[in-house]
């Protein structure tokens, strides 16, 4: 009988130990979060004015960000590139192109197209989409065998905005692939055709609706962090 109470006795200890530890885990994510938060903020603050600034031609803005720390290149790509999703003026693209050189900000993408993180292929994908990077056109049609569904469709809507008619031939023979229609049926169809298109004289708005970048918008705070 004393056995058994001291085993009663030590499961319940055990039990208070595991729910205390689940409670600290909580507590420290929410903290962490909390401080990712204010940070992000903090930083949108310092560069949102220059990045303004920067395309409305003022060079003394565009040398700023040039010279800004590389821990905050990931949050300046996303204040510069996001805007483009609502905003596909040709002239809004070219200059988000010329500030995106002076950053480098290719090169982190070329680093995301490698990262391990489907997510940061996907925003990687979404990025040199946006911005009309056809430089990158290859590793994007690349990225349609991408072992991630979220990142293969991320790529076919890199493609969308990109229109690239070098594109063409890799989407035609992908028309049948299941995983590029999932909740958007024709959507690589659609792709191929506007590749095929001639470029209007203002941009069409393609907005990126693929699981991908669905899964992938909750980390796009991410890009404030390495």
């Not at 003394?60 to 483009?84: I, M, N």
């Not at 095929?196 to 962090?225: D, M």
């Amino acid at each position: 009988m004393i056995d058994a109470a001291r085993f009663a006795t030590g499961v319940l200890w055990t039990s208070v130990a595991v729910a205390g530890a689940a409670l600290v885990a909580v507590v420290f994510e929410r903290a962490a979060v909390a401080l990712i938060g204010i940070r992000q903020r903090r930083i949108e603050r310092r560069y949102r004015p220059l990045i303004q600034r920067a395309l409305a031609g003022d060079d003394a803005a565009t040398g700023a960000l040039a010279v800004s720390p590389g821990r905050h290149r990931p949050a300046v790509a996303r204040l510069l590139v996001e805007p483009l999703i609502a905003d596909r003026r040709p002239a809004r693209i070219a200059r988000t192109r010329v500030i995106a050189d002076q950053l480098s900000l290719v090169a982190l993408a070329d680093r995301y197209l490698r990262s391990a993180l489907w997510w940061r292929r996907a925003l990687a994908m979404r990025a040199l989409g946006l911005v009309q990077v056809r430089e990158r056109t290859a590793a994007i049609i690349a990225a349609l065998d991408d072992p991630r569904s979220q990142v293969r469709a991320a790529a076919l809507d890199a493609l969308t905005d990109m229109r690239d008619p070098a594109a063409v031939p890799a989407l035609i023979v992908r028309l049948h692939d299941p995983s590029l229609h999932r909740g958007r049926p024709g959507s690589a169809r659609r792709c191929e055709r506007r590749c095929r298109r001639p470029q209007p004289g203002r941009g069409s708005l393609v907005r990126p609706r693929s699981p991908g970048l669905r899964a992938a918008a909750p980390l796009t705070s991410r890009w404030s962090g390495s």
